[in-house]
Each structure stands twice: as structure tokens, then as C-alpha cells.
């Protein structure tokens, strides 16, 4: 039987991957169309990615959290021939795993890890469950730094993931559920305005919506900020309900938003009752560029880093898209 290519690329010290590298290390080298690769850093991927591009695998397999996803992605776009872009697998072997989550592989790592398995020993069929996302690549951070993600976030998305590190992640607490507590403790802040959570962050937007068209709004202050080119961010939450085509989904809600307690549910499933409106403080865009200008850090799939401030943009522009298969 022939194989596909299959090359993996595995950052053990990803949240759910320091229990299990050993046994995976160890399982994956008993195939011998499968190579695998593991990176301690992404200084160690970034050297690893052209040495990859040039033997052409059929499949890259990404056994990390979203940061290490992102990453690699990011390199597989910038050293890839376009029209040869490999099929990608993601293994959620990090510690939220959003972006697996969306891929409909994050089940949990075991299961996704025995899935994977199964799929390897029945030959590596490469049609079955495929899904396109696109990837934002964000430049204009104040360490002059490109980064790739899928899913970014400021506003009070920072003091949720500050909270998160000192109360949550820090305990061991990883996947859906965990970021379901940060949600709530989040939301409970924010109806309190208690100022711990209640934090907007002032931005100016531009945007280039489908068709080219040219969107912009004035400084503002946002309490809340999203951008992402997943479809399903956690628990089934879905927070953009603009109807045009674009890669990218912006969420906003406003400093002094109002009715949020009413109206915050149905953002976050995409479906905005009456409450949900622009006078209210409550817009939602598709693009496939947008330029913000603000002071302060944003959290892109779980790395934090400041923009440049007000003069200069961060500006985040949709690329791809790359096909994901789920194992079956
Ligand atoms: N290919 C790679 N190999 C090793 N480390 C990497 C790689 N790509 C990114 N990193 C580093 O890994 C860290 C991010 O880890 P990652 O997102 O995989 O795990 P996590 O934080 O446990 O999971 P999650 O983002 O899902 O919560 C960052 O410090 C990043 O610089």
C-alpha cells in the first residue's frame, strides 16, 4: 500500500503535551512514512520549516496549542509553494486548543490522539472531513515582531487572560471548561463594572470589507475587541453575525455599552437580539484587512505583546486559506 507523506511537528512543552510526549514519541516512530519532528522553541521551527517544504509532505500534523498552530502555519505560508500548500492536522496538544476546537479535533487529546492513530494505521486516507480557515497575519507590533493567529483580542479579553494565568491556567485547569470559568468570572466583572475586569481600551478602526469596500471608525473606547478567523471559539460561542463574505470576523462592544447584561448572551452566539445595535455600542464586521491604533497589548492565540500606539497600526490581514482534515 502506498502512504501519503505525513510529517509531524510536536512542541512538547504545549499545556497537554508535557504528559504525553513520551508515548507519542514513541508510538509515531513505528510508522515509517511518518516523520517526526520536535521543536522546543519557535526559533527551532523556524529552522525546521524550509528543510520541510522542500520534501513536499502530503500532510503536516501540528501537535501543539494555538500559539504553536499558529506559528507554524504562519512559516508553512511564508516557505510553501501557494498552489502546494500541504493538508494540515492539528492535534490539540496545548492548553485552551481554540483553534482545534473549531478543526473539530479537540475533543480531548487522548481521543483525538487515538483517532489519529487509527487514521495512520488505516492508511492515511486524505479525503473525509475537510475545513478551510484562513490565517491573520499581524504586523506593526512595537517590537517591529510578524506573528500569525486565529484568534486575537483586546480590551477586557487582557484582563480576562491575565486572570486566567494567575487563577486559572496556573492551577492546571486547561480546555473548554476552563475558558468557560474565565468567560463567566469575565462577564460577571464586566455586568459590575468592577474595574479588575472593566477596562476599555481606546481604538481607532479601518477596515477593507468584502468587495474592497473601505470601513472606518474614530477612536473609541472598546470594552471589548475580537478578531478571528475561526468560525467557533469555545462551548460553541460564535460572537460575529455580520452576513458578508470575508475571512475575518470583528466583534466590538463599546465602553458604556449599553443593556450588556441583555444583550451579551446573544453575542456570544452570534445571533443579536434587539438590544445588540450600533447605537447601543455593539458592531460586528467581516473584512479581509483591518488597521487599528491604540495603545496597549492584545492577546493573539494565547501570546501577549503591545501594539506600537496611536501613529503607527497593528494591522492584521486574512491569508490563506489552508485546509485542515479531521482524522476519522
Ligand atoms: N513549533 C514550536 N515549537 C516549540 N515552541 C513553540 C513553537 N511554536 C510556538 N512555540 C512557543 O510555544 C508557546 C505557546 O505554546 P502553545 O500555544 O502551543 O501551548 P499552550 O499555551 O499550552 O496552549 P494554548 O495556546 O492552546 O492555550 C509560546 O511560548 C511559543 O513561543
Not at 494505521?121 to 490565517?135: F, K, S
Not at 469575565?186 to 468592577?194: N, P
Amino acid at each position: 500500500m502506498t502512504h501519503p507523506n505525513i510529517c509531524v511537528i510536536s512542541n512538547p512543552t504545549s499545556g497537554n503535551n508535557r504528559k504525553w510526549q513520551a508515548r507519542i514519541e514513541a508510538r509515531l516512530a513505528s510508522y515509517d512514512h511518518v516523520r517526526h519532528h520536535v521543536t522546543r522553541s519557535p526559533q527551532e521551527a523556524e529552522a525546521l520549516v524550509p528543510e520541510l517544504a522542500a520534501m513536499q509532505p502530503d500532510v503536516v500534523v501540528i501537535n501543539g496549542g494555538d500559539g504553536t498552530i499558529a506559528a507554524a502555519l504562519g512559516m508553512i505560508l511564508d516557505h510553501w509553494v501557494p498552489d502546494r500548500l500541504p493538508l494540515i492536522i492539528v492535534l490539540p496538544g496545548g492548553t485552551a486548543n481554540m483553534t482545534a476546537g473549531d478543526i473539530g479535533t479537540a475533543s480531548s487529546h487522548r481521543r483525538a490522539l487515538k483517532r489519529f492513530f487509527a487514521w495512520l494505521d488505516r492508511g492515511a486516507p486524505l479525503d473525509g472531513d475537510i475545513r478551510e480557515r484562513h490565517i491573520m497575519r499581524v504586523d506593526g507590533a512595537a517590537d517591529g515582531q510578524v506573528r500569525y493567529g486565529m484568534f486575537m483580542g483586546t480590551g477586557a479579553i487582557m484582563q480576562a487572560t491575565k486572570f486566567a494565568h494567575s487563577e486559572v491556567h496556573s492551577r492546571g485547569l486547561g480546555g473548554e471548561i476552563s475558558l468557560g470559568m474565565i468567560l463567566i468570572r469575565s462577564v460577571w466583572g464586566l455586568i459590575r463594572q468592577d474595574p479588575k475586569f472593566y477596562q476599555p481600551t481606546h481604538v481607532a478602526m479601518r477596515m477593507t470589507g468584502p468587495d474592497g469596500t473601505q470601513i472606518s471608525r474614530d477612536e473609541a473606547p472598546m470594552l471589548i475587541l475580537v478578531a478571528s478567523t475561526l468560525e467557533r471559539l469555545f462551548l460553541g460561542i460564535r460572537p460575529f453575525w455580520a452576513s458578508e463574505k470575508a475571512p475575518i470576523g470583528l466583534t466590538t462592544i463599546r465602553g458604556g455599552a449599553a443593556r450588556f447584561a441583555r444583550a451579551f448572551p446573544s453575542v456570544l452566539r452570534g445571533h443579536p437580539n434587539r438590544h445588540v445595535t450600533a447605537e447601543n455600542g455593539y458592531e460586528s464586521f467581516r473584512a479581509g484587512q483591518i488597521a487599528l491604533r491604540f495603545e496597549g497589548e492584545l492577546n493573539l492565540d494565547g501570546e501577549l505583546f503591545a501594539s506600537s500606539g496611536p501613529d503607527a497600526p497593528l494591522v492584521i490581514t486574512a491569508e490563506g486559506p489552508l485546509r485542515f482534515l479531521r482524522p476519522r
